[in-house]
């Protein structure tokens, strides 16, 4: 297989649940190595767009490209070839970290040789190495973000997708967590696909970022091309322009992630 510049690639996709359209013929790049932020309101098509990129959904109308993958007919190249971290906690906290690392490495299929070594250097990676045999029912909600990240790493995907990875943490940790995923991204040149509600955390990592809204895209470029674009000083600033001031109603996201596990995990 040759080599490929774009790690994702999404060409007028679409998304219809009987009357409603979630999705509106979006299309995007994403290169390898880049950052990509993939931000909206509540119920702008964010969660839909993930599941169809990691074969969780199938697309009404459009085509996706992953790695070189069809999400729709190569499935297992797919899946093999992306790490995700949910906005839910999926860990077992009544197992350890190794465990929890062990069982995800079992699940893809790292050749048993390989295991404890891959384990232990992504454990210590993340600064966990020394925690390692203590229940994750101990651990900190940064402590717990940082393993999934791990655990996500562990079949050397060539893509990570962060949904809503610093949900609920402190400052301290959001930053922590952020400059794991930055290394990663240099050290690995690693793919990184996110979505966030911290607008200064998109505008400090992400490379490229695109806006969604009621199901379309309205805006993506650079930081620098969106400021130009709407005229504005902040990411905040265009943000609310784009996409309005009003308050959205919260949707179904933590049934659609529980849903999302079962089908990938069993759990």
Request: glycine share 6%.
């Amino acid at each position: 297989m040759s080599e490929i510049k774009s790690a994702i690639t999404v060409k007028d996709l679409v998304k219809k649940f009987k009357e409603i359209t979630a999705v509106n013929k979006i299309s995007f790049e994403v290169n390898q190595g880049e950052i990509f932020a993939f931000l909206g309101p509540n119920g702008a098509g964010k969660t839909t767009t993930i599941k169809m990129l990691t074969t969780l959904l199938a697309p009404t109308e459009g085509t996706i490209s992953l790695n070189g993958y069809d999400p729709e007919t190569q499935q297992n190249e797919v899946r093999k070839s992306f790490g995700i971290v949910f906005q839910d906690p999926s860990l077992d906290d009544e197992l350890t970290a190794y465990e929890n690392m062990e069982f995800h490495a079992v699940l893809y299929k790292v050749p048993k040789q390989l295991r404890k070594e891959r384990i232990n250097y992504l454990l210590n990676f993340v600064g966990l190495g020394d925690r390692k045999k203590d229940f994750v029912k101990t651990f900190s909600g940064g402590m717990k973000r940082r393993l999934e990240i791990a655990r996500g790493l562990i079949h050397h995907p060539k893509i990570l997708f962060l949904d809503e990875p610093t949900l609920g943490l402190d400052p301290q940790t959001r930053n922590s967590m952020w400059d794991h995923v930055k290394k990663l991204n240099k050290e690995e040149n690693m793919t990184v696909f996110f979505t966030t509600h911290y607008m200064e955390e998109a505008e400090k990592i992400a490379d490229k970022i695109a806006i969604i809204d009621q199901g379309k895209i309205i805006l993506q470029g650079t930081l620098k091309e969106i400021k130009k674009a709407t005229n504005s000083t902040s990411l905040e600033e265009a943000f609310l322009k784009l996409t309005g001031r009003s308050i959205r109603e919260e949707n179904s996201s933590s049934i659609d992630h529980m849903r999302m596990r079962r089908r990938m995990f069993g759990k």
